[in-house]
T-cell receptor, first 114, second 115 residues
């Protein structure tokens, strides 16, 4: 399996709290992604980055923000969590160069906002 | 914009039998990649198989193979000799080529395997 890590794996938190979901990869990949996935449902791209200091919003509007200060690290932050943010968040990475590009996924963070 | 359609939300297969999962896509590009990803319950999403559109030969990975019909824009996954560990959600995905490519996923299909 690919070397991409997410912490925490599970998080239960109260409304209004600030949270940061961590994602790190040790493969030196330039591209990183955040997806939101409700149980048994499709994935929605919410943020992506093509390299350090590069971040873009994805197809699904999200109140979260991301940063990319280091190649290996792509944290996602919610300034004020709400019950509507309850979901699973998947991080992925892929190489910018190379003809065959495949995204590798982390184990995900399951977030429950009470 | 590209779209990926998985019209069957659920399928079931008997252990040791063969099952085919359907996927269609829409694109105006001539070169692209197609993928099948597997997401077991509460476990990590992993790549099952990948197909480059310029290759006419269907990709194969052990018990997993695809039927890629470029003209029909169809990309089905065949699982032979199904095992209990194959039970998972399967996602079909499309990616264009180039530095700014992103994955477009289908809605997924839940496969159950009967012992």
């Amino acid at each position: 399996e690919a070397d991409i890590y997410q912490t925490p794996r599970y998080l239960v938190i109260g409304t209004g709290k600030k949270i940061t979901l961590e994602c790190s990869q040790t493969m030196g990949h330039d591209k990183m992604y955040w997806y939101q996935q409700d149980p048994g449902m499709e994935l929605h791209l919410i943020h992506y980055s093509y390299g350090v200091n590069s971040t873009e919003k994805g197809d699904l509007s999200s109140e979260s923000t991301v940063s990319r200060i280091r190649t290996e690290h792509f944290p996602l932050t919610l300034e004020s969590a709400r019950p509507s943010h309850t979901s699973q968040y998947l991080c992925a990475s892929s190489a910018l160069s190379g003809y065959q590009e495949t995204q590798y996924f982390g184990p995900g963070t399951r977030l429950l906002v009470l | 914009a590209q779209t990926v359609t998985q019209s069957q939300p659920e399928m079931s297969v008997q252990e040791a039998e063969t099952v085919t999962l359907s996927c269609t896509y829409d694109t105006s590009e001539s070169d692209y990649y197609l993928f099948w990803y597997k997401q077991p319950p509460s476990r990590q999403m992993i790549l099952v198989i990948r197909q480059e559109a310029y290759k006419q030969q269907n990709a194969t990975e052990n018990r997993f193979s695809v039927n890629f019909q470029k003209a029909a824009k169809s990309f089905s996954l065949k699982i032979s000799d199904s095992q209990l560990g194959d039970a998972a959600m399967y996602f079909c995905a499309y990616s264009s080529t180039g530095a700014n490519s992103k994955l477009t996923f289908g809605k997924g299909i839940t496969l159950s395997v009967r012992p």
